[in-house]
């Protein structure tokens, strides 16, 4: 799916939220974005029925377009030998933000919708281990 040209859907957000009824059959939980990369997590259906739906975008040319839809984080192919690799889940005890680390980086990130996003840019895919977990603590305030 491609951006429309309509006002409003021009990030990776709305457009997410656009494929999902403009928001009426989802929830935005997170949304990280670096350089032509974005991805988003929207939560469908409804509670207590939650499904986690992650939406990653590439933009070219000015326009954002869908790359893939997954119902489980890991690691996405940005081209060539390095992706992204995403953690996403209720938030530990409710706490906001997050301090999620993966591999000696940290990043701290905020709790939406009881939902925490975290995205590591730059992840060859022979560094990506899939039985590997993020360390998740509470970030100070």
Do not use: I
Not at 118 to 130: I, M, R, T, Y
């Amino acid at each position: 799916m491609t951006v429309p040209d309509q006002p409003g859907h021009d990030s990776p957000a709305a457009l997410a939220l656009a494929s999902f009824g403009d928001g009426r059959f989802a929830t935005l939980a997170g949304e990280a974005q670096q350089g032509d990369w974005a991805v988003v997590l929207l939560l469908t259906n409804e509670k207590p029925f939650v499904v986690p739906y992650e939406v990653v975008f590439h933009r070219d040319g000015g326009r954002w377009s869908e790359v893939a839809g997954n119902d489980s984080p890991g690691w996405r192919s940005t081209g060539g030998a390095n992706g992204l690799v995403t953690f996403w889940a209720e938030s530990p005890g409710g706490e906001s933000p997050v301090r999620v680390s993966y591999r000696g980086t940290t990043a701290t990130v905020p709790v939406e919708a009881g939902y925490f996003l975290a995205v590591f840019w730059d992840v060859p895919e022979d560094d990506f281990d899939p039985a590997a977990q993020p360390e998740l603590t509470p970030s100070p305030g």
